[in-house]
Nanobody, 124 residues
Framework: QVQLVESGGGLEQAGGSLRLSCAAS????????MGWFRQAPGKEREFVAA????????TYADSVKGRFTISRDNAKNMVYLQMNSLKPEDTAVYLC?????????????????WGQGTQVTVSS
């Protein structure tokens, strides 16, 4: 079992930055890939970024590539999402997720545990 709690969301102006954090509990955290997803009102949940079990590989959605950076600290059971050059279209609830396996995955079906999410609102 892995429990996930996100924090760091809020209201930011376009062009600004936010850093999301995901605190994980559970013995299997360090052996799982982790991901960030987001969901805007009336839209499907979409992939944002993922990182493999030891942080050596990452992948991003095209819409955030070059602006967002995912990282993890297995010693602290933490995952982060640094978001720069924010745009109004980044507005959504951001969710942290723990994958079934150690390798990268961009599909929601590849993730076993989910946090409750943190709201990010970007004003123009």
């Amino acid at each position: 079992q892995v429990q996930l709690v996100e924090s760091g969301g809020g209201l930011e102006q376009a062009g600004g930055s936010l850093r999301l954090s995901c605190a994980a509990s559970g013995r299997t955290f360090s052996s799982r890939a982790m991901g960030w997803f987001r969901q805007a009102p009336g839209k499907e949940r979409e992939f944002v970024a993922a990182i493999n079990w030891n942080g050596s590989f990452t992948t991003y959605a095209d819409s955030v590539k070059g602006r967002f950076t995912i990282s993890r600290d297995n010693a602290k059971n933490m995952v982060y999402l640094q978001m720069n050059s924010l745009k109004p279209e980044d507005t959504a609830v951001y969710l942290c997720a723990a994958a079934f396996a150690a390798g990268l995955n961009s599909r929601t079906s590849g993730y076993e545990f989910w946090g409750q999410g943190t709201q990010v609102t970007v004003s123009s």
